[in-house]
């Protein structure tokens, strides 16, 4: 059974940092592409970032380009996402999803297009 383990989150104040990990069980996940989503209260859930298995082309959201970096560990069955820069408004929930409908290109964004989801891990940035 496939699981997905988010870790990391918590508070931090406004132009902090943050890392947050998923860890991934259950498969092999070397070349699926693996990905964050983020929920904030009242909201739709978001797209933040995807990587993808072969090549590791990496997607970000327009509101977090720049200030956050996706990154894999193929041995370690793992994705991070480095959190720079950090404002309010990236207060939410996060989600490590994986395993993307093809072609990926069209689907990295969508809610739909991916397979496996964690539990989410909150994150809070205060001002």
């Known amino acids: 059974q496939v699981q997905l383990i988010e870790s990391g989150g918590g508070l931090v104040q406004a132009g902090g940092s943050m890392r947050l990990s998923c860890a991934a069980s259950?498969?092999?996940?070397?070349?699926?592409?693996m990905g964050w989503f983020r929920q904030a209260p009242g909201k739709r859930r978001e797209f933040v970032a995807a990587?993808?298995?072969?090549?590791?082309?990496?997607y970000y959201a327009d509101s977090v380009k720049g200030r956050f970096t996706i990154s894999r560990d193929n041995a370690k069955n793992a994705v991070n996402l480095q959190m720079n820069t950090l404002k309010p408004e990236d207060s939410a929930v996060y989600y490590c999803?994986?395993?993307?409908?093809?072609?990926?290109?069209?689907?990295?964004?969508?809610?739909?297009?991916?397979?496996?989801w964690g539990q989410g891990t909150q994150v809070t940035v205060s001002s």
């Open positions: 259950g498969g092999s996940f070397s070349t699926f592409a």
């Open positions: 999803t994986a395993d993307l409908l093809a072609p990926p290109s069209t689907w990295y964004s969508s809610l739909g297009g991916w397979i496996y």
């Open positions: 990587i993808m298995g072969t090549g590791g082309s990496a």
